[in-house]
């Protein structure tokens, strides 16, 4: 198995991308603790993954709060007893809003989850992982993160800093044997798509959150030793490239 014996931390790790990040990771031999905000799809992830043979923690918690941040940390040490891998997954979005109608707790609120979330929990775990002297760290940005698009700049603003913040972080902790690196997916048939989707010019091909668990998988296992400071584009087949005009 490809994580055998590693420990990983899932943010957003109830339902969606998140999901089937802890699922696919558990399939091969890590033990993962499941965060997010509702304590029954936590519980219910985790009793999933218990169920198929696999070792999982349900945390409860809001990564906006830095004091939440700090007791997944811990947590995750205290009950198993490492941690070895931080999967950023966990993210919010709004329905289709211009600019205009965004409200200063709109912005914040995406803000504090998707961007203020990922610095926090990163921050928590640096000092384990530095210590231990070896790190795997997956921020899940988006293709919305590459270019604007008209109703979405809270998400996209979030998204786009991601990439820039994760290649900061690759930068600075190198050096502690700790590798950074950052997964933009295309549409992903989750939750959130069908809470927020509106129609756009392209197809949309929609992705299964199985797909986007198998390049976490890569990143995060001893064949992705040699990637870090890296954004992957894992567009599928919604990837702009096959929908340009044709001549």
């Keep these: 198995?490809?994580?055998?014996?590693?420990?990983?931390?899932?943010?957003?790790?109830?339902?969606?991308?998140?999901?089937?990040?802890?699922?696919?990771?558990?399939?091969?031999?890590?033990?993962?603790?499941?965060?997010?905000?509702?304590?029954?799809?936590?519980?219910?992830?985790a009793a999933f993954i218990s169920g198929s043979g696999g070792t999982a923690i349900s945390i409860p918690a809001d990564v906006s709060k830095e004091e939440d941040a700090a007791r997944i940390a811990e947590q995750t040490v205290a009950k198993l007893h490492r941690i070895d891998i931080l999967v950023n997954s966990a993210a919010v979005n709004l329905p289709y809003r211009v600019i205009s109608d965004v409200t200063l707790a709109d912005w914040n609120w995406i803000l504090g989850v998707?961007?203020?979330?990922?610095?926090?929990?990163?921050?928590?775990?640096?000092?384990?992982?530095?210590?231990?002297?070896?790190?795997?760290?997956?921020?899940?940005?988006?293709?919305?993160?590459?270019?604007?698009?008209?109703g979405r700049a809270p998400y996209r603003a979030t998204k786009a800093a991601i990439i820039?913040?994760?290649?900061?972080?690759?930068?600075?902790?190198?050096?502690?044997g700790i590798d950074v690196?950052?997964?933009?997916?295309?549409?992903?048939?989750?939750?959130?798509?069908?809470?927020?989707?509106?129609?756009?010019?392209?197809?949309n091909i929609p992705m299964p959150p199985?797909?986007?668990?198998?390049?976490?998988?890569f990143l995060a296992s001893n064949e992705g030793r040699a990637i870090t400071g890296t954004t992957i584009n894992a567009f599928g087949a919604g990837n702009p490239l096959f929908y340009l005009p044709k001549k």
Excluded: W, Y
């Design 210 to 217: 199985e797909e986007m668990a198998e390049v976490a998988v």
């Design 1 to 45: 198995m490809k994580l055998a014996n590693k420990v990983a931390i899932i943010t957003g790790g109830s339902r969606g991308i998140g999901r089937g990040v802890a699922v696919a990771f558990a399939h091969e031999g890590a033990a993962v603790a499941i965060v997010g905000r509702n304590k029954q799809d936590c519980d219910a992830t």
């Design 181 to 203: 690196n950052t997964i933009c997916p295309c549409v992903v048939e989750t939750d959130m798509l069908r809470e927020t989707k509106k129609t756009v010019a392209i197809p």
């Design 164 to 176: 820039n913040f994760s290649e900061c972080l690759a930068a600075e902790v190198k050096e502690f």
């Design 114 to 150: 998707n961007l203020t979330g990922i610095f926090l929990v990163c921050k928590a775990v640096l000092p384990q992982m530095k210590q231990q002297h070896f790190g795997k760290i997956i921020n899940f940005s988006s293709i919305g993160g590459l270019s604007g698009a008209p």
